[in-house]
């Protein structure tokens, strides 16, 4: 795709800035209405598979059908004959996991605002009948504004829309997956809804509640562990807002929202006064999926049935065949949640160990293409970039893991450019500023030299500091100020006496005076100022005019000086 640089006639593509399983996307022009837009094309060798390319359709339709201000709009779909694309809004910002992973846990009402529109978003998604599937905070934008846009339908199911395939229902972040949907069932609008919780779990924690070497681990502890309290990491949660975490993320589903519009409602009316001494939810039904009916029934206080008494024999029979089933059940799930997650391509058993390839010295699209050929990501957010000795600008210097390291596939790659050459700034403390201006503005073009003169007690015009201090390194192709700060003359009084005077005197009496002079001829003509009586009683070459005037405070700076007047001959 690197190698196409218009989609249909009309999309322009710029750069690739994400990439899935099924699609890359890019940010590309549209030269017809002349605006950024990000353009999601399904990957060349998916078009020919029919389960890949009924997927990107269903994103396309169901993207289509939703208008919200939290949902990213989508502009055009279609084909060109040789892409699949989507069109849609182009968000300058950041994921919600790229915020959480800079920031960490997010301040509780911050954390609530971006969940009311997320709730807002979703429940939109299910009033047009569309179950997202694939909520994570990685398909959470965030504008500078602070408006969160959610993407990716490319999983998204409608109500009355077949199944695809078995494994179709745990596609998606096995983080965020509702235990029942990992466990085979199919993903219903109380799935999107467990997903919503661990979103508001991970921006107050900072983190996901769920972790593991593997897939399966993480899916089986959400099966079976208990979610964390928040209020253990942070007692700053007031205990309603963990409570809607709780009921969001509850195993049972009866415990669980019903719909999003509850939990919204929840969000909307948390810090209200009323909620101030809320204590922790307890839950109606039992939280243990793993049980059976008849002690889900003994231990539901609102459907608990009377037993008929039975002998100690009978119970410690009882007690050794439910420890088989339970046993059984526990390991069918395990067998379950295995295989259908292999089917999937969570997992596989291939091997998974990359050497990072040599991309020094290349450019970030080149070592894009090769990072990816190798199984690998580059971190196109993050990229530091620095002035060097002799490497050209745009070209990689160094790489994280190193060129070399053995790591897993799909590990991300964070890459430190070149931003030019440096120069390295000469010491002009000591010199004259004439001489110093002189040399920087005839050695660097992009250099603009100021001055500043300031009474000191050494000799005129001689630098004392510089804006850009010697032996920095800075990079000349860039527009910069160097400021010289310089000693100048002290200041004086242009003696009155001046007037009068002959004009070799008056130059001669102001030199010694440390002013400097130039010399002016003027006709009586010009002398308007003065009567004729006056003009008759000139002499010729003596000064009549002073530019400053004779009595004025002066101080000799470079460049200026004091211009005497004097009658031509």
């Known amino acids: 795709m690197s190698k196409v640089s218009m989609i249909a006639g009309r999309y322009l593509i710029i750069k690739h800035i994400g990439k899935g399983g099924m699609a890359d996307v890019y940010v590309a022009v549209d030269t017809v209405l002349n605006r950024e837009v990000a353009i999601k094309i399904l990957k060349g060798e998916l078009s020919s598979d029919p ?10 339709q169901a993207s289509t059908r939703l208008s919200h201000p939290n949902i990213v709009d989508i502009y055009d779909v279609g084909d060109d004959g040789m892409s699949h694309y989507i069109v849609m809004e182009y968000i300058k910002g950041q994921t919600l996991k790229q915020l959480i992973q800079k920031r960490g846990p997010l301040y509780y009402t911050e954390a609530i605002s971006m969940m009311k529109q997320l709730c807002s978003a ?87 509640p769920y972790k593991g070497d593997s897939a399966v681990q993480v899916v089986m502890q959400s099966i079976k562990k208990p979610i964390p309290y928040i209020r253990n990491f942070n007692k700053k949660v007031p205990q309603s807002v963990e409570n809607i975490v709780l009921k969001a993320t509850a195993k049972n589903k009866r415990n669980r929202y019903e719909n999003v519009a509850d939990m919204l ?30 002690d889900i029934d003994r231990k539901n206080p609102k459907t ?47 091997t998974n160990v990359i050497v990072v ?38 070209l990689i210097i160094d790489c994280d893991p190193a060129v070399g390291t053995e790591v897993e596939k799909g590990t991300v790659v964070k890459i430190t450019v070149s931003d030019g050459i440096y120069a390295v700034m000469d010491n ?46 800075f990079d000349p192709s860039k527009s ?39 010399a002016q001829p003027i006709s009586l003509a010009e002398l308007d100022e003065y009567t004729e009586d006056e003009k008759n009683s000139l002499e010729e070459n003596t000064v009549v005019r002073t530019d400053p005037d004779v009595g004025t405070s002066y101080m000799q700076m470079q460049d200026t000086f004091v211009t005497l007047y004097y009658l031509a001959s």
Do not use: W
């Open 304 to 350: 608990k049935k009377k037993t008929a008494k039975k002998t100690k024999k009978n119970k410690k029979s009882t007690n050794i065949i439910m420890g088989i089933y339970l046993g059984c059940v526990t390991l069918v799930t395990a067998v379950i949640v295995f295989i259908i997650l292999y089917l999937g391509g969570v997992i596989n058993f291939g």
């Open 122 to 208: 979703i429940m939109e998604s299910h009033r047009n009948g569309i179950i997202h599937r694939d909520i994570k905070s990685q398909n959470v934008l965030i504008k500078d504004d602070g408006t969160v846009k959610i993407v990716d339908f490319g999983i998204a199911l409608a109500n009355n829309a077949m199944q695809i395939t078995s494994q179709d229902n745990v596609l998606g972040s096995v983080h965020y997956i509702a235990p029942e949907v990992a466990k085979g069932e199919t993903a219903t609008m109380q799935s999107d809804i467990y997903s919503l919780g661990i979103v508001f779990y991970e921006l107050l924690c900072g983190d996901v």
């Open 428 to 473: 002009y403390v000591g010199q004259t500023f004439e001489d110093a201006r002189d040399h920087l503005t005839s050695t660097y073009n992009n250099i603009r030299v100021v001055g500043q003169a300031i009474i000191s007690d050494q000799t005129p015009g001689t630098i004392i500091s510089q804006s850009i201090e010697a032996d920095t390194q």
């Open 51 to 60: 389960v890949a390319l009924e997927r990107f359709k269903r994103e396309a």
């Open 357 to 394: 390839p040599d991309i020094m010295n290349l450019k970030v699209l080149e070592a894009n293409e090769t990072l990816d050929a190798q199984g690998l990501l580059l971190d196109l957010d993050d990229i530091e970039r620095v002035l060097t000795e002799d490497v050209e600008e745009g």
């Open 480 to 518: 910069q100020t160097m400021t010289f700060t310089y000693s100048a003359y002290v200041s004086e009084i242009i003696p009155m006496n001046i007037i009068g005077m002959d004009i070799q005197t008056a130059q001669s009496t102001l030199s010694d005076m440390g002013i400097e002079s130039v």
């Open 265 to 294: 409602k929840d969000l909307n009316e948390c810090l209200n006064e009323k909620h101030l001494n809320d204590e922790r939810i307890v839950f109606d039904y039992p939280e243990d999926l793993n049980l059976s009916e008849e």
